[in-house]
């Protein structure tokens, strides 16, 4: 059949031609951001926000969902992770960078989502199961001590992304059963009290993969194993000296058998703006040592500017507080918006 004849393909068509494309990202501000979230995701963030209206959420709410006996942590990073973005020089007419807690709608909107998911469903989420299981120390074995709030937060999540019916979610692969579960809380939504929200879809992310210095899979602040944006060349210098590495001569990329040396030898072809296979030639004959001070130097390089840029808007308070008054004006504008309509549809709208 003709694309033309087919209903739905058409109606497809139509809302895709129809709908602008809001991007929504979020970042949990439980440490400043570091070189993995810098290749992995940042550099893509910056390129989508050139050509989509673009929202970037400061997930304090959700960091609280494991931290809320830590809030000082989540408030001092809200600003390091908003210095982090800044720096990346966005442009502000395109792109809102605001605070999910000044936006009370989402808190709303979660709550009557709640409705429309079974705690099963919660459970078998795969990002939470893991995140309980790794979280141990505060939940417990088998998750005895597990909160209504952690094991809720991709209903919360959902509600971000919905709040502002943004449509397209730049995420890693631990991120999809998220979206899944966001457009699967829409799709109930929609079918029970009437056609509200369009279903959003995730970009998943291109970007490099960056393993922490220690060899661990992830960079991540608990394990100190980060090189983060906010760091001088001396401080990446001496990270990249300790880093580790293994006993075998010369260097040589081969993530499988040599999965720190390999990392190494990636983060260098991305600092000099290479390929990995242009880049071998020169190091393979190399010292671990040298190679390491190689690294450094074309490290500190490339971010330079990044950093001298980052270090003058953290210290500039006044600005980003303004950043957040229009961030909190322009979120809670089409928050307000969105909720006007699922009130209606709920016949809550008194
Ligand atoms: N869960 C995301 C993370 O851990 C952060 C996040 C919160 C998010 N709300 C979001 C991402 C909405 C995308 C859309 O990285």
Known sequence: MPFFLSKNNFLERLITIMSETIVLTGDRPTGPLHIGHYFGSLINRRELAKQHRTF???ADVQALTDNWDNPQKVRDNVYEVLADNLALGLDLDNVTLYIQSQIPQIAE???FFSNLVTINRLKRNPTV???IEQKSEKFGEDGVSLTYGFLGYPVS??????SLQSNLIPVGEDQLPMIEQTREIATKFNRIYGEVFELPKELLSTGSRI?????????SKSLNNCIYLRDSAEETIKKLIKAKTDSIEGISYNPEFR???SNLVKLYALCSEQSIEAVLPELESMRTGDFKMKLAESMN???AEFRAKRAEIFADKAYLQEVLEKGKREALERAE????KVRQAMKIDY
């Open 129 to 131: 199961k893991a995140e």
């Open 109 to 111: 909107l979660t709550v």
């Open 259 to 261: 999965p720190e040396v």
């Open 56 to 58: 970037i959420m400061l």
């Open 157 to 162: 999540q959902a509600a971000d992304i919905l």
């Open 211 to 219: 393993i922490g210095l220690d060899g661990n899979a992830k960079m």
């Open 301 to 303: 390089d490339y971010f």
């Open 337 to 340: 918006q969105t909720m006007q």
